[in-house]
């Protein structure tokens, strides 16, 4: 039982150590470069904030660092104005303007990879089939 216990003991301890280990070589070398996403939206009011949400939520939990960049195609709805109330609570979310100044703004940082999201192309009407169980 003795001989149990210190293995047990043992092998916690090395996982502490390793994970300490692993902190203080990501502080040496310094944070990664945050992941760029850029939204583009159009009348995506009832989808803009949900979306925004889950994002940020799902990359703090898998501890990555996001951008992300919201270019407006023209909403003639209340879009701009969630995402710019979004945009001042959490400062990962940036307004980059109109949609034609996406194009701009990926020349600019031509050096980073983007994911692009197109959430104008839904715009609540579609019907989608759920899988029945």
Request: glycine share 8%; charged share 25%; hydrophobic share 45%.
């Amino acid at each position: 039982m003795m001989i149990g216990l210190l293995l047990f003991f043992g092998a916690y301890g090395i996982a502490i150590a390793a994970i300490h280990l692993a902190y203080a070589r990501q502080r040496r070398l310094g944070r990664a470069q945050p992941v760029r996403h850029i939204l583009m939206v159009k009348n995506n009011q009832h989808q803009a904030e949900w979306f925004l949400r889950c994002l940020l939520f799902f990359s703090y939990w898998r501890g990555r660092n996001v951008v992300v960049t919201v270019f407006d195609e023209g909403s003639e709805d209340d879009t701009m104005k969630i995402v710019r109330q979004f945009a001042e609570r959490h400062g990962e979310v940036e307004i980059g303007g109109a949609g034609d100044d996406a194009d701009r703004y990926m020349a600019e940082h031509a050096e980073e990879s983007f994911i692009v999201t197109r959430l104008s192309r839904f715009q609540g009407t579609e019907r989608f089939s759920m899988p029945q169980w």
